[in-house]
């Protein structure tokens, strides 16, 4: 058996006869003696093969890259000037005595320290990609982020249980992942998007504190950084109030950071409504790093002569807005233009914009295609709400107010993201977490023209809203609340109905008839009748939270299998074609292609 | 807040103003008086209500069973000869002075402490069964087992890496449940039947020491306590041996059971290899508590003129077995025809039997229709092999092999359980486990007429069996290994092949060609070459352990929400009919049904 992992071998062992096991990172051939880096999921430790040990040498001729083996040497002093500050290990080297190929390698398709990869190589390749120290490390992260949680809750009183994978399939919502029964013909299960009605059940069947680590599934359409398949810390609890879960779960994250960071985040976490956000960032997961705020002006651009403005101002669920970005005068004509191309993704027609350069000189002193079309009071109440001072660039959106909020709100990341910003002190290099609090209970969906729950119809409304439900649905908030790190949604939950008359409500206001909620939600319904306690919860997204905290570039670094874009795994090239006997036990036919 | 758990008030907290939060358990009005037992999650507490606090008095007598309620009152001393000491509440009663009803609840469909429900109605009502204390206990237990499993294992080094559930289908082994994909047309992921590749796939990336408490899935014919989706703790590290690996795993078993359970299982686990847990018990899984075992007569039968014992030992693959029963020869015709009716279960044609009556009297000591059938040298023989003393009952298995294991093999778990082997110490009641190691590489599958793997074709051959896989695989034993504790297989793994040539081998021997080794195990081929290390691991059978522990008589008695053995969850009413267009999507249609 082995002395210690390679990466752990330090000066603790000088003197000492050590049998390490790992890969050949590198080796080099040096005056005559060669060296090896051997690689574990620790570290990295030099050997050294003298050829007066004849044996061992001759087979560290022939070792390769990647070959496994296993060593015993003796661990001495690296030679002056040869100690590595970088490497646990870099201030030893271990003398071979004894060397054993375990497994020979062939030459891998790609150098292990090679960051220029593609996704497509990394995929296929995937367990030669998993050496990667990077990757070993972010899986690390992962774990010890999960053993935390786990911790945590534990001390809690929180107990882990298991929910079904194979359960009902309910139509709101995300597509679900389907599964055809074998055992009844022509019925389905569906894959969990996630436990939300198990925990509910848990609640009231008395457990009063559940949280598990689990997959969920959602069969949705494929955009960057998703995953079919993603990983939920879901926590439920009962008797508290919306104040009282937000601070175990706010608590859980600075054990987390605190623990496996060594981050100290803020003691207590800022609390914004919802409203708030929208306004002030036109998001419900503004990014508080950047120090640049929206100025609303929907008022002030009512009587002005750019139509772009007043049409928006005037016209119903109209907004404009301006970013004021201190400095930003000097910005190129360059940088603006290619802003105005990002902001046409969200849907902007343009990207108005005034450059201050004088404020004391009034109309004379700004610089900007549209002023002429703005009247003197309208430009005196920009400059005074935005606070404008000279060198600053104000740049203005007026639209719908989604389109205003998600163009600008983006612009707003980019700009704040950008080295221009940096260098001016709009970007603060920290860890920015904020909850956002009272969501609206419903979004008003034009197509379907009806509402939908934009949390999900199991959220509590706000103390006082209920009736809401009945007379006026767009004014019903939430007891529903995010928590936002960095402008990533890590973490989101709420207060649910315990009550039947309420749920009931909600699926009313829903245009969800009694028949289809007893179909669909039947089971949850009876529950609520059982005195069901007051509870609520909240679900972490592990995959975004780890990725955060590794500083990777996508959720697919920290995921040991992920699938592409595609929803494909390129290591074991699933999804695949399936037998025709498979297909007619579970009752199914392919609909366009012949099976052979 | 509520000060503490309703069952763990006690006289800790005497001549305090407590607030509990719980469910009515009972209520009873004596001597003017109201009492109820509040339940939580931790146990009961008793609460009085006085009619001299009116309000509380008024609420208390519109209280019935399983209402939630939020009581404060004050902690005093039970009166004399109302102690209970089976509650940790026992000795103190809470005088009530504030109470709220959280939520009503209609009539329960039946009383939690009534323990004669069907299956059917638990499982319907299945919300309300979780209340039951027996219910919360199962799964505080599985809850304590999996953390420490987690706690056990991450003081050894092993880290906890998400394999996916949408995985390719490989019809070898049990059958898939398939999932059909939307975006590649005619494709299907399969839900994993265990980690197993994705697990050799880790070692292969260098990460050593695996864990994983996971869902598998297996679309099996259903029987007696198996479910679809079951959860197994799944192990895996590189560079240990099969001893090395095994002393991991039981030190883990043992652990579990003294921190949870308080129990210390033996200090080293017995081994025996699969040959001779199938020569003395017939099972690969020996109930070790039974104290009754096979002696082998094969050799002995072949010239007897009962044609039933020499026909299975002329015959290649048959068998002759007896069970020795000491002072079975109590036992009643009654009880022998029931034990005959019970081994045709397991395909046997009779069940002969001698009943030893006085042994120094030979042929006429004994009582048996058979003995005048087989010749004096054999009836010598038998007494002598089975040590069968004054008193006894020899129980004969005559058939194929499998046959005599099946049969007499369950015959010796079922009389050894009866009440008769309980009071002739013929059981030890004791926790009992064992490995049983050495199992055979294959299994010979006549109707395909090739070999099958006994245990999965990932599995390594005994040091020096390699050549047997192309010479004769019969032969060849693996280094396979199950933990089995009191006739439970709670646990099993192997060492793994780790060279590409090896498994190439055992591929040809299970018949799979080139061409079809590639499509199905392609990526494990390749990482073969990559230096895989030399790894194995093993995975227990988390709801099999826990209903072990718990005394349950079903693993759905200690799973939150199981499918009934039709595979139908009774609480959502999965599976379920889905929507035409969700079928459309994923390009599938059904067989035989027609959709409105």
Redesign the interface.
């Known amino acids: 058996?082995?002395t210690c992992?390679t990466g752990q071998v330090c000066l603790d062992h000088l003197d000492q006869t050590v049998t390490l096991?790992?890969?050949?990172h590198r080796r080099r051939d040096h005056g005559g003696v060669i060296f090896i880096d051997l690689?574990?999921?620790e570290g990295l430790a030099q050997i050294v093969f003298d050829p007066d040990n004849e044996a061992a040498f001759e087979i560290a001729e022939s070792i390769r890259n990647?070959?496994?083996i296993?060593i015993t040497g003796l661990v001495r002093n690296r030679p002056e000037g040869t100690i590595n500050p970088e490497l646990k290990s870099g201030e030893v080297e271990i003398l071979c005595r004894e060397v054993e190929v375990?497994?020979?390698?062939?030459t891998?398709p790609f150098q292990l320290d090679d960051d220029n990869l593609s996704e497509t190589t990394r995929l296929t390749h995937?367990?030669?990609d998993?050496?990667r120290p990077q990757m070993?490390r972010n899986?690390?992260l992962?774990?010890r982020v999960?053993?935390e949680v786990?911790k945590y809750l534990?001390n809690l009183g929180f107990?882990?249980?298991?929910?079904?994978?194979?359960?009902?399939?309910t139509?709101e919502g995300a597509?679900?992942?389907?599964?055809?029964?074998?055992?009844?013909?022509?019925?389905?299960?569906?894959?969990p998007q996630s436990p939300q009605?198990?925990k509910q059940?848990?609640m009231?069947?008395?457990?009063?504190r559940y949280y598990q680590i689990t997959?969920c599934?959602r069969?949705e359409d494929?955009r960057a950084d998703r995953q079919?398949?993603f990983?939920q810390i879901d926590c439920e609890t009962?008797?508290?109030n919306e104040e009282?879960i937000r601070e175990i779960f706010e608590g859980m994250l600075r054990h987390i950071f605190k623990v496996v960071q060594g981050v100290d985040l803020d003691a207590t976490f800022p609390i914004m409504s919802w409203d708030e956000a929208m306004s002030r960032f036109g998001s419900d997961k503004p990014d508080m790093r950047v120090k640049l705020e929206f100025t609303e002006l929907t008022d002030v651009m009512k009587d002005v002569d750019f139509k772009v403005f007043s049409g928006a101002a005037n016209q119903a669920g109209g907004r404009v807005v301006a970013l004021r970005v201190p400095n930003g005068a000097a910005l190129s004509r360059k940088e603006i233009d290619d802003y105005t191309q990002f902001v046409a993704i969200y849907g902007a027609k343009g990207l108005a914009w005034i450059k201050v350069n004088e404020v004391a000189k009034g109309r004379d002193g700004l610089q900007s295609p549209i002023v002429k079309n703005i009247h003197d009071a309208a430009l005196a109440e920009i400059i005074k709400r935005t606070g404008a001072q000279d060198g600053d660039i104000l740049f203005f959106g007026a639209d719908k107010a989604k389109v205003v909020n998600d163009a600008i709100g983006a612009l707003r990341v980019k700009l704040g993201h950008s080295d221009f910003a940096k260098e001016h002190g709009l970007f603060e290099k920290t860890w920015k977490p904020l909850w956002i609090v009272d969501f609206p209970m419903f979004e008003y969906d034009e197509e379907e023209e009806r509402y939908t729950a934009a949390h999900h119809p199991f959220t509590s409304p706000k103390d006082g809203h209920e009736d809401y439900l009945e007379t006026d649905p767009s004014k019903a908030y939430a007891k529903a609340y995010d928590l936002v790190l960095n402008g990533w949604e890590v973490g989101g939950g709420s207060v649910r109905i315990?009550?039947e008359e309420v749920q009931s409500k909600v699926f009313r206001a829903l245009k969800i008839n009694a028949e289809e909620a007893r179909a669909k939600f039947g089971?949850l319904l009876?529950?609520?009748?059982?005195?069901?306690?007051?509870h609520g919860g909240l679900a972490f997204g592990l995959d975004r939270l780890v990725t955060l905290m590794a500083g990777a570039d996508s959720i697919r670094d920290v995921?040991?299998?992920p699938?592409t874009q595609?929803?494909?795994?390129l290591?074991?090239?699933?999804?695949?074609?399936?037998?025709e006997k498979?297909?007619?036990?579970?009752?199914?036919?392919?609909?366009?292609?012949e099976?052979k």
């Open positions: 058996m082995r992992y096991f790992g890969w050949v690689r574990d999921r990647e070959y496994c296993r375990l497994n020979a390698s062939v891998p995937r367990v030669l998993l050496r070993q899986l690390m992962r774990y999960s053993i786990r534990d107990i882990d249980i298991e929910t079904p994978m194979l359960t009902k399939s139509p597509r679900d992942y389907l599964v055809p029964s074998r055992v009844h013909d022509g019925q389905f299960f569906a894959l009605l198990f059940m848990l009231v069947s008395g457990f009063d997959k599934f069969d494929l079919p398949e990983t009962s008797f508290l009282q315990h009550r089971f009876d529950a609520l009748q059982y005195g069901a306690p007051p995921i040991a299998f699938k595609r929803a494909q795994c290591l074991t090239q699933a999804p695949s074609a399936v037998d498979q297909l007619r036990e579970l009752h199914i036919r392919l609909r366009n292609i099976v």
